[in-house]
C-alpha cells in the first residue's frame, strides 16, 4: 500500500519533469539547441499565473487566469527567441547552452524582483480535495495532473504529426537547410517552437503550483527534467514523458528506503547509466555523425 | 608593424614571437612579484583572490577552449581538489605532499569519468559533468569522516621549511606561493600547447574526423584533456581551500560552474589569457559593483543593497551580451583593437570572421 502511494505521487511529479522535459525536446527538436532556462520558464509561467490568479494580486477567475497566462508565456518564449537567441544563430551550441543559463538567471530575477522570496501558493479551485479509497488517498490535484499530461502529450503529437506547421518543424529539426531551400520558413518556426515550449512550460508550472508553494528557486527542478529528457533521447517526446515518470517515480522511492542524499542523487546516476550504455538515451534519434 | 623573420624551426615554434613580447611578461611577472609592497592587504587578498580563479579558469579554458569539451561540473574538481587537500593536512602530511596529490586525485577523478564520458560530444558531456557534479556534491556529504559533511571542514595552515604561509598571519608568503603556482602552471600550460599533444587537442576540438584519419587517438586525447583539465582545477580548488580557510560543500555550488564558465567566456575561449581577463572581470566586478552602489546610495539616495540577486543578474546580462555581441571574449576584443592598430589602415573586419564552430551537431547535417 505504502508503496502504491509513493508510485502514485511520484508518478504525479513525474509527470511535471516530463513536461518540463517536453520543452526541452521541443525546442531541442526544432534547432539542436538546448534551452536551460526552460525551469525557470517554468517558474515564470506559474508565477504569471498566480499574479493573474490569486486574489490578492489580479484576481481573475483560476480558469481565466491559467490560459492568460499561457499566451503571455508563449508570447515571452516567442520574444526570447526573436530577441537574443536569433543572434546568435550558427554560434557554437555551447553559446546557447550558456546564454540559456544566463536568461534563467535573469528570469529568476525578475519574478525575484515582482513576487518576491517567499513562497506562495497559488489559488486553485480544487486545492485540498482528496479521493479515498482501499488505504490509498489520491489528491485531485495529482489526478488533474496526470490527466493533463496525458492529454498534452497526445496534442503536441498530433500537432507534429498531422498539422502543417508541425511538419514544417519536423522537416527543419531534420535538415534545416535542405527544409529552408523546400520553402519552410526556418526562423519563423524555430520562433513558434520556443513560445509553445514557454506555454507547454507554463502549463507545467501551474500544475507544479497546484501541489504546492512556488518561490523562485523552483527552476532549479529544470536540471532534473534535463536528466528526464536525456534519459528518454533528448529528441523523443514520449521518452521524455517516459524518462520523467521514471525519475519522479524512482526519486520518492529511493528517498523512502535508502539515505536521503542518494535520493537526491538517484536521477543522475539512471541519468548517467543510461548515457553510458545508450548514448542517444532510451528512444535514440541521433544517427552516427558524419563529417 | 612588425614583421619577425623565422630563420629556424625553433624559433617558429618559440613562446614569444619576438623578444619584446618576452620583456613584457617578464615586466607583468615583476609587478606581480612587487606587488605585495605596492598595495594594501585588502587588495593584495583580492589578488590572491583573482590568481586562484585564473589558475582554476585556466584548468577549464584546457577541457572547453582548448579541446572543446564543455563542462557544467568543474566546481566537483575545485571541491575534491580542496577536500583532499585539507583531508591530507588534517592526517598530517606536509603542503608539499598534499597540494600535489590534490591535483592528481582530482585529475585521476577527471580522467576516470572522462572515458566513458568522451563517447559523448556538446551537449551529452555538459549533462553527464553536470550529473557528476551532483553526485560529487552529495557524496561529499555522505562521506562525513573524511569531509565533516554539512559542518565543513578547516584547511590547516601552510608551513615549509620553517616559514609559514597562512593565509592571514603571513598573507605575502601566501600570495607569492600562489603566484608561483600560478606563473608554473601557466608557463606549463603554454608549453603544452605547442608541444605534439596540444597540437592534438586542437586538432580533437576542430575536428575529430580529421584528428583520427591524421593518427590522433581521440578518445586517449580526450580523456588526457579532460584529466590535466580537472587535475589543473583540483589544484585550484586546493589553494582556494587554503583562501577561503573554512569550507563545507556549499562553497562548491553550481553557481561556481557557471562563473568558471564565465570566466573562460568572457575572457576568451581558446586564449590562456583570456582565463586570466576573466579571472579579473569576476572577481573584480562585485568590488566595483559594490563601490558604485555606495556612490549611488550615498548621492541620490537609492538603496540597491536591498534588491536581492542584483549582482548575478548584473553578471547574467554581461554574459548575454559577451555571447550576441563579442563571442571571442575580451581577449578576442583586444587582439581586434591590438591588429587594428598594428596595421592601419589596412584592418578589415572580415579578418577575425570565424571558420570553424568549436561544437558541432550530434545529428547529420
Known amino acids: ?291 | 608593424m612588425r614583421i619577425v623573420f623565422k630563420t629556424s624551426y625553433d624559433r617558429d615554434i618559440d613562446l614569444h614571437e619576438h623578444g619584446w613580447s618576452r620583456a613584457k611578461i617578464a615586466v607583468l611577472l615583476g609587478i606581480m612579484i612587487l606587488l605585495p609592497f605596492l598595495v594594501g592587504e585588502y587588495y593584495l587578498a583580492e589578488a590572491t583572490n583573482t590568481l586562484i580563479w585564473a589558475l582554476a579558469g585556466m584548468g577549464l579554458m584546457i577541457a572547453v577552449g582548448h579541446t572543446g569539451q564543455v563542462s557544467l561540473g568543474h566546481a566537483a574538481f575545485l571541491s575534491i581538489g580542496a577536500y583532499t587537500d585539507a583531508a591530507l593536512m588534517n592526517a598530517g602530511l606536509p603542503f608539499l605532499v598534499a597540494f600535489p596529490a590534490a591535483g592528481l586525485v582530482a585529475g585521476l577523478f577527471g580522467a576516470v569519468i572522462a572515458i566513458p564520458a568522451v563517447r559523448m560530444s556538446g551537449i551529452y558531456l555538459a549533462i553527464a559533468t553536470l550529473a557528476v557534479f551532483v553526485i560529487v556534491e552529495e557524496l561529499v556529504i555522505l562521506l562525513e569522516p573524511i569531509t565533516g559533511g554539512v559542518g565543513g571542514t578547516m584547511a590547516p595552515s601552510i608551513t615549509f621549511f620553517g616559514i609559514s604561509f597562512d593565509r592571514y598571519g603571513a598573507l605575502q608568503n601566501f600570495y607569492w606561493l600562489i603566484l608561483g603556482v600560478v606563473a608554473l602552471v601557466t608557463w606549463g600550460y603554454a608549453n603544452l600547447m605547442r608541444s605534439p599533444t596540444g597540437r592534438s587537442f586542437l586538432a580533437v576540438r576542430d575536428s575529430e574526423v580529421s584528428a583520427r584519419a591524421l593518427g590522433i587517438n581521440v578518445t586517449r586525447t580526450k580523456a588526457l584533456a579532460f584529466g590535466l583539465s580537472s587535475g589543473v582545477t583540483g589544484l585550484a580548488g586546493a589553494l582556494m581551500g587554503h583562501y577561503i580557510g573554512f569550507f563545507n560543500y556549499e562553497l562548491f555550488s553550481i553557481f561556481i560552474s557557471i562563473n568558471l564558465l564565465l570566466v573562460v567566456t568572457i575572457g576568451g575561449l581558446g586564449f590562456i589569457q583570456g582565463a586570466f581577463l576573466g579571472a579579473i572581470l569576476i572577481t573584480g566586478m562585485p568590488q566595483l559593483i559594490a563601490i558604485m552602489r555606495d556612490g549611488l546610495n550615498a548621492s541620490t539616495g537609492i538603496d540597491l543593497g536591498s534588491i536581492p540577486g542584483l549582482d548575478t543578474m548584473m553578471f547574467s546580462v554581461i554574459l548575454i551580451l559577451f555571447i550576441i555581441f563579442e563571442p571571442t571574449g575580451l581577449y578576442g576584443r583586444w587582439l581586434k583593437i591590438r591588429t587594428y592598430f598594428e596595421i592601419f589602415p589596412l584592418a578589415r573586419r572580415d579578418m577575425f570572421r570565424r571558420q570553424k564552430s568549436y561544437l558541432k551537431t550530434e545529428r547529420m547535417k
Not at chain 1, 534551452?35 to 494580486?57: C, P, T
Not at chain 1, 509553445?196 to 501541489?211: C, D, F, I, K, N
Request: net charge positive; with cysteine.
Open chain 1, 1 to 291: 500500500m505504502e508503496l502504491l502511494q509513493l508510485m502514485i505521487g511520484g508518478l504525479a511529479n513525474g509527470c511535471i519533469y516530463g513536461l518540463v522535459a517536453l520543452g526541452f525536446v521541443l525546442i531541442y527538436k526544432a534547432s539542436e539547441g538546448v534551452n536551460f532556462a526552460q525551469g525557470d520558464m517554468m517558474m515564470l509561467g506559474a508565477f504569471v499565473a498566480l499574479g493573474l490568479g490569486n486574489s490578492a494580486q489580479m484576481g481573475l477567475s483560476f480558469w481565466l487566469a491559467v490560459p492568460i497566462a499561457i499566451v503571455i508565456m508563449f508570447g515571452v518564449g516567442w520574444g526570447v527567441e526573436r530577441v537574443v537567441v536569433r543572434r546568435i544563430f550558427g554560434q557554437p551550441q555551447f553559446a546557447l547552452v550558456i546564454l540559456t543559463i544566463a536568461m534563467g538567471f535573469v528570469f529568476r530575477f525578475v519574478a525575484g524582483s515582482i513576487w518576491g522570496y517567499t513562497p506562495l501558493v497559488l489559488e486553485t479551485p480544487f486545492a485540498g480535495q482528496n479521493l479515498r479509497g482501499g488505504g490509498i488517498v489520491i489528491s485531485v490535484s495529482d489526478l488533474i495532473t496526470i490527466g493533463v499530461t496525458i492529454a498534452l502529450t497526445l496534442g503536441l503529437w498530433a500537432f507534429f504529426a498531422f498539422t502543417r506547421i508541425g511538419l514544417a518543424a519536423q522537416a527543419a529539426s531534420q535538415n534545416q537547410m535542405a527544409a529552408y531551400i523546400v520553402g519552410v520558413p526556418v526562423m519563423r518556426i524555430n520562433s513558434i517552437i520556443w513560445g509553445l515550449s514557454g506555454a507547454v512550460a507554463t502549463v507545467a508550472g501551474v500544475l507544479y503550483a497546484t501541489r504546492g508553494a512556488i518561490d523562485p528557486n523552483i527552476g532549479l527542478l529544470g536540471i532534473k527534467a534535463f536528466a528526464a529528457a536525456v534519459i528518454g533521447g533528448l529528441g523523443s517526446l514520449p521518452g521524455a514523458l517516459l524518462g520523467g515518470i521514471i525519475i519522479g517515480v524512482v526519486e520518492p522511492i529511493a528517498g523512502r528506503y535508502a539515505p536521503g542524499e542518494l535520493a537526491i542523487m538517484s536521477p543522475y546516476i539512471i541519468m548517467l547509466i543510461v548515457l553510458v550504455t545508450r548514448p542517444g538515451g532510451l528512444f535514440a534519434q541521433m544517427h552516427a555523425k558524419k563529417v
